[in-house]
C-alpha cells in the first residue's frame, strides 16, 4: 500500500490500529534528501518552496521526510511572511503563541530574535515547544532573517532513539508514568523575558501546565518517543519535586546524548522544520553582540498518549 493511502487510512480509522509508517525513499520524485547526521536530520535541497501550490507531490514527499528524519532544513528559501504562513498550512493549522505578539498582520507568526545587546536567548534550554498545553503543537518551523557571522547553530535531539537506548527495566517502569509539565519554570521563563519585555501580549503571567505521559507514541509513525523536557517538566504525576528530580535528572542528561543530536548552521533564507512529538532542540547562544532573527511558525498538534 503506498505512504498516502496509507496516511489517510490512518486518518480515517485511527493511528494505533495500523502498522508504523515505513518509510520507502524510493518513493520520492522530486526531493533530493540528504541526512546531516547519524540519528536525525536531513537537508533538502534544490526545492523551491514558493511553487509548493502547483506541485503537491512536493508536500507529499516533504510529510514523508519529517516523519523519517524528525527535523528537515530546506536553504534560500526567502519567503515573505505570507509566503512562509503559506508554506506551513500545507502541513497542519497554525497557531498562535500564548506569551508573544504576532508580527503585524501575521498573528500566528512570532519573532524570534536576539538583538546585539541583548545575552539571553529565546528559548535557550532543550524542549519541546509549549509542551504545557494540553495539545500541543505538533511541528514549529523557523526561517532565518537575520544571523550572525558565527555561531547561533540550532542542536536537535532525537527522542525515540533517547527512548530506545533506555534498558528495558526502565522502559516498563516509565510505561505507566505521567509528568506535569509547566510553563514556569525559571530557566524557561526567564529566555521569554526580552521578548515578552518589547513583544508581550499580556499572557506573562498566566501559568499554564498540563500532564502528559512521559513515554509517548507518535500518532503517524507509532513509534515510542520521550516526552519529558528540562524546560518545561516539573515532576511526575503523584510525586513530589524532590521524589522526581533525581530520576528526571538523569532522563534530562540521556535524552541530549550527543549521539542523539543533530547541529544546523543557520544562512538567511534557511528553514527548519521539526516535528515537537519526537524531538527537542536548543537554539546555542554563542553570538553576543550579533543581532539573528527568525520567524517562527507552530503547527497545532493532538493530545499526546
Ligand atoms: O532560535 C532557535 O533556533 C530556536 C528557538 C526556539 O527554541 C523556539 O522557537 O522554540
Avoid at 502541513?91 to 498573528?107: L, Q
Avoid at 521569554?192 to 501580549?201: A, F, L, M, T, V
Amino acid at each position: 500500500m503506498n505512504v498516502t493511502k496509507r496516511l489517510s487510512q490512518r486518518r480515517r480509522y485511527g493511528f494505533s490500529a495500523l502498522r508504523p509508517l515505513v518509510l520507502r525513499p524510493s518513493s520520492r520524485r522530486h526531493l533530493c534528501v540528504q541526512r546531516i547526521a547519524g540519528s536525525l536530520g536531513a537537508e533538502i535541497q534544490d526545492v523551491d518552496l514558493n511553487l509548493l501550490p502547483e506541485n503537491p507531490g512536493i508536500a507529499q514527499e516533504i510529510r514523508e521526510a519529517i516523519l523519517e528524519h524528525q527535523v528537515i532544513f530546506f536553504r534560500n528559501q526567502n519567503l515573505k511572511p505570507a509566503a512562509f504562513l503559506s508554506f506551513a498550512s500545507h502541513f497542519g493549522k497554525p497557531a498562535e503563541y500564548p506569551f508573544v505578539r504576532g508580527i503585524d498582520g501575521f498573528p500566528e507568526i512570532i519573532q524570534v530574535l536576539k538583538q546585539e545587546h541583548e545575552t539571553v536567548n529565546f528559548g535557550g534550554i532543550w524542549h519541546s515547544d509549549t509542551s504545557y498545553f494540553a495539545e500541543p503543537p505538533m511541528g514549529t518551523l523557523l526561517l532565518a532573517k537575520e544571523v550572525p557571522p558565527f555561531g547561533g547553530d540550532t542542536m536537535f535531539a532525537n527522542q525515540y532513539a533517547a527512548y530506545e537506548g533506555l534498558s528495558e527495566g526502565l522502559k516498563r517502569t516509565l510505561s505507566s508514568l505521567n509528568a506535569v509539565n509547566t510553563s514556569a519554570k525559571a530557566d524557561a521563563s526567564k529566555t521569554r523575558e526580552d521578548r515578552i519585555r518589547d513583544s508581550g501580549n499580556g499572557a506573562a503571567t498566566t501559568m499554564l501546565e498540563a500532564t502528559h505521559p512521559v513515554v509517548r507514541t507518535h500518532p503517524e509513525t507509532g513509534r515510542k518517543a520521550l516526552y519529558v523536557s528540562v524546560a518545561h517538566t516539573a515532576h511526575f504525576e503523584g510525586w513530589t519535586e524532590g521524589e522526581s528530580a533525581p530520576l528526571l535528572s538523569f532522563l534530562f542528561a540521556h535524552q541530549i546524548k550527543p549521539e542523539f543530536t543533530c547541529r544546523f548552521r543557520w544562512e538567511v533564507g534557511s528553514i527548519a522544520f521539526w516535528d515537537n512529538r519526537c524531538v527537542q532542540h536548543y537554539p546555542v547562544n554563542d553570538y553576543h553582540g550579533y543581532r539573528r532573527s527568525m520567524l517562527r511558525i507552530t503547527l497545532a498538534g493532538d493530545k499526546p498518549r
